[in-house]
């Protein structure tokens, strides 16, 4: 799942993942799960994250690879936050030949309602799920307290979208040509995101002959 900081990845890709009943693979998740246990990986990935940098291409592709190596994420998986870069985009197709056809979904929001949503996103600082508008006071899944995440100040926002724009938009160019590339309008209710994430996909099924 491509899209700028703050499209909604996150929120639709755990969606996704529930409904076809396949592991939800966060990059952003993982690393900050590794930097609040204190592990090498986090301490190497912290000031990258504080100031709205991307963590090297070495170091993410690994993690994702050994995670796409787990039992769980052998009939499908969803990725979240990955790739961010071409050489990212270039080390999945190398995974993905040997296990069948990636659908890429763009989500599209403009960069005014982006800065809006990182402004008031809240997660979970027990257990990182992300609070949605109507659970403002403890987590859902387990009762933790809610806080902004560090990266969502106003100026590490900035930072990050310019990173976006120069790093990640580029694999925009680069899967449009595929017949299982969608772009999905992000700038609507969740619901109505999700619906048109269940008709792009049985459409880029259809056109590419993935398995649903
Ligand atoms: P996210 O939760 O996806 O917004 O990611 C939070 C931060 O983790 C990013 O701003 C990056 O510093 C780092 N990160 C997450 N995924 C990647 C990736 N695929 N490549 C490099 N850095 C990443």
């Given at each position: 799942?491509?899209?700028?900081?703050?499209?909604?990845?996150?929120?639709?890709?755990?969606?996704?993942?529930?409904?076809?009943?396949?592991?939800?693979?966060?990059?952003?998740?993982?690393?900050?799960?590794?930097?609040?246990?204190?592990?090498?990986?986090?301490?190497?990935a912290?000031?990258a994250?504080?100031?709205?940098?991307l963590v090297g291409?070495?170091a993410v592709?690994?993690?994702?690879?050994?995670?796409?190596?787990?039992?769980?994420?052998?009939?499908?998986?969803?990725?979240?936050?990955?790739?961010?870069?071409?050489?990212?985009?270039?080390?999945?197709?190398?995974?993905?030949?040997?296990?069948?056809?990636?659908?890429?979904?763009?989500?599209?929001?403009?960069?005014?309602?982006?800065?809006?949503?990182?402004?008031?996103?809240?997660?979970?600082?027990?257990?990182?799920?992300?609070?949605?508008?109507?659970?403002?006071?403890?987590?859902?899944?387990?009762?933790?307290?809610?806080?902004?995440?560090?990266?969502?100040?106003?100026?590490?926002?900035?930072?990050?979208?310019?990173?976006?724009?120069?790093?990640?938009?580029?694999?925009?160019?680069?899967?449009?040509?595929?017949?299982?590339?969608?772009?999905?309008?992000?700038?609507?209710?969740?619901?109505?995101?999700?619906?048109?994430?269940?008709?792009?996909?049985?459409?880029?099924?259809?056109?590419?002959?993935?398995?649903?």
């Amino acid at each position: 799942m491509l899209g700028p900081p703050g499209a909604g990845k996150g929120t639709q890709a755990e969606r996704l993942a529930v409904q076809h009943g396949v592991p939800k693979i966060s990059t952003g998740d993982i690393l900050r799960r590794a930097v609040q246990a204190g592990t090498a990986l986090g301490g190497s990935a912290k000031q990258a994250i504080d100031s709205g940098n991307l963590v090297g291409d070495d170091a993410v592709i690994g993690i994702v690879r050994e995670r796409l190596a787990c039992a769980d994420a052998q009939a499908g998986f969803v990725l979240d936050g990955f790739p961010r870069t071409v050489i990212q985009a270039t080390a999945l197709d190398g995974v993905m030949a040997a296990r069948g056809v990636l659908i890429v979904l763009d989500i599209v929001v403009p960069e005014d309602v982006l800065v809006q949503r990182l402004a008031s996103r809240r997660i979970c600082s027990a257990c990182g799920a992300n609070a949605t508008a109507d659970t403002r006071q403890a987590c859902l899944k387990c009762g933790g307290p809610l806080v902004m995440r560090t990266d969502d100040g106003a100026g590490i926002v900035r930072e990050r979208l310019k990173v976006y724009q120069r790093q990640t938009r580029p694999l925009v160019e680069y899967y449009a040509p595929r017949p299982t590339f969608r772009s999905i309008d992000g700038n609507q209710v969740p619901d109505a995101v999700t619906e048109a994430i269940d008709s792009a996909i049985a459409s880029a099924v259809a056109a590419g002959g993935a398995r649903q």
